[in-house]
């Protein structure tokens, strides 16, 4: 068990990590604090253009920040026309955090570690989302996130009433722990599965007496509420016309939970989208990204359910 200890805390959330994100923009000067009941600062980015509409991205779950990302930004910051776009801090990180593709790092702060939950980024996404459409009175607010984020828009779609579309991209099936299973699966070698397994099925029941209890950058709480979220229980609950994309070669979320929900959810407003041969990074076998049809198909989408 010890020995492969170490290949879960490096890979099985290396494999959750969401397609992660973002963003380095020239903010205005004018930019207002918000603060969590515990008193710290919720760290945010607004790119004004002088939209008329509010354009939402969120990130996964890796331990980056969303300043020193590039991807997101260059892919998805147009996807809707006249849009002002807004992303946000996960608790414990701001863009002095450096840029880092390590599935597991040691200069993740502790905060982060402590208090990051998909929970408490929907809160922080509310406050924000919502003081900025009173203040800048925009007429459509479209929020995509991918793999954590799409969870996290999926929640922040199912609390509140003012989400206008709602993007989706490899969120998974129903639970996180089939996510898990599937990665585990995936990526370790055959001799060593049952061992992963087990490992893992004993990490599920120690996060409910450990308080202390870290994994992949990431602390008790954290796998104590993203393993109890329900998907299909919060897709089922929107009303708002909601895309969902999953990639069908993807080894960081369950492919077939994710197949098996959408057959569950018969909604007129949620609407899937497959692609073959895509990895979760949205890589063909050969590893040469092809995102470019997938935002065409968004812009497309977008076009067509705001008419």
Request: positive net charge; glycine residues 6%.
């Amino acid at each position: 068990m010890k020995a492969y200890c170490f290949n879960l805390r490096q890979k099985v959330l290396t494999s959750i990590l969401i397609f992660t994100c973002y963003i380095g923009f020239v903010y205005p000067s004018t930019h207002k604090q918000f603060f969590r009941h515990d008193g710290s600062e919720i760290t945010y980015y607004l790119k004004q253009r002088g939209g008329k509409n509010l354009l939402v991205l969120i990130q996964g779950s890796d331990c980056n920040s969303i300043a020193n990302n590039k991807f997101v930004n260059e892919t998805f910051s147009d996807i809707y026309p006249d849009t002002d776009v807004l992303t946000v801090e996960k608790y414990g990180i701001d863009a002095l955090l450096p840029w880092s593709d390590a599935g597991e790092r040691s200069d993740c702060p502790k905060a982060y570690i402590k208090s990051d939950t998909p929970e408490q980024r929907v809160k922080d996404y509310i406050q924000i989302i919502g003081y900025l459409k009173n203040q800048n009175k925009y007429k459509k607010i479209i929020i995509l996130g991918g793999s954590e984020g799409a969870m996290v828009a999926n929640l922040i779609t199912s609390q509140v009433n003012y989400i206008d579309r709602t993007i989706s991209l490899n969120g998974g099936g129903r639970y996180l722990a089939d996510d898990v299973i599937h990665s585990i699966k995936s990526e370790v070698p055959p001799e060593h599965v049952n061992q992963a397994m087990k490992g893992f099925r004993e990490f599920q029941q120690r996060i409910h007496t450990n308080n202390n209890l870290e994994m992949s950058n990431h602390g008790v709480n954290w796998w104590k509420i993203s393993l109890g979220i329900n998907q299909y229980r919060v897709l089922d609950q929107t009303k708002r016309p909601i895309l969902i994309i999953q990639t069908l070669n993807d080894n960081s979320v369950s492919v077939s939970a994710a197949m098996a929900m959408e057959q569950q959810l018969k909604k007129d407003n949620i609407t899937f989208y497959q692609y073959p041969g895509l990895s979760h990074g949205f890589k063909n076998s050969e590893g040469v990204l092809q995102v470019t049809p997938i935002v065409e198909d968004i812009r497309n989408w977008l076009s067509r359910v705001s008419g």
